[in-house]
């Protein structure tokens, strides 16, 4: 199974703060990447995918670095709400995804 | 729409039992993904089944698991006999294409 690694926090930032996650993976092959969110005993819900031209929803950043082989995800303007865990995920060919063990986010007031 | 629904929510049950998981996929979909989620080793990949077929079960621990799919509505995944190492979270995804995956609410299972 291929390596997918996140730092796993936790990040303790002011509500306002702009916050960065990195995912860095291990196969060049990958094709397709994404950022899921997951509160606290929920399931995983998907958050947004990475293009390889990066894309932005609303306050939330998503880019792909080929070359140094990561993703990332930047969050404007912390919310409490904001809080949850941030799981990567990426597909290597023709198999699932695989996914990495999250960073932790934690917004405090 | 209703999402993946997957029952019992929670289970507690004894070393030893049998436990059967539920899931319904989201309908359409034609790829269905169980998983295994615990702090230690965050969420593994069990099996996953493409048009009710069984494609990767690399990720079964052992013969005590299994998983079947009798149709495109409906999966199970059992555990016989359970230990108190499957303690965790079970979650059913489904997913049109394997890639954007939506997942169900979860199983949470502690076997004493």
């Known amino acids: 199974r291929k390596e997918v690694e996140q730092d796993p926090g936790p990040f303790n930032v002011p509500e306002g703060a702009t916050v960065a996650f990195n995912c860095t993976y291990s196969?060049?092959?990958?094709?397709?990447f994404f950022w899921y969110r997951q509160d606290c005993r929920k399931e995983p819900k998907l958050l947004m995918s990475v293009y390889s031209s990066g894309n932005e929803d609303g306050r939330f950043t998503a880019q792909l670095n080929r070359a140094s082989q990561y993703i990332s995800l930047l969050i404007r303007d912390s919310k409490l709400s904001d809080s949850a865990t941030y799981l990567c995920?990426?597909?290597?060919?023709?198999?699932?995804?695989?996914f990495g063990k999250g960073t932790r986010l934690s917004v405090i007031a | 729409d209703a999402g993946v629904i997957q029952s019992p929510r929670h289970e507690v049950t004894e070393m030893g039992q049998e436990v059967t998981l539920r899931c319904k996929p989201i309908?359409?979909?034609?790829?269905l993904f169980w998983y295994r989620q615990t702090m230690m080793r965050g969420l593994e990949l069990l099996i996953y089944?493409?048009?009710?077929?069984?494609?990767?079960d690399s990720g079964m621990p052992e013969d005590r698991f299994s998983a079947k799919m009798p149709n495109a509505s409906f999966s199970t995944l059992k555990i016989q006999p359970s230990e108190p190492r499957d303690s965790a979270v079970y979650f059913c995804a489904s997913s049109p294409d394997s890639y954007e995956q939506y997942f169900g609410p979860g199983t949470r299972l502690t076997v004493t």
């Open positions: 995920a990426v597909n290597y060919g023709n198999t699932p995804l695989v």
């Open positions: 196969n060049s092959a990958s094709q397709s």
């Open positions: 309908s359409g979909h034609d790829y």
């Open positions: 089944f493409n048009n009710n077929v069984p494609i990767d």
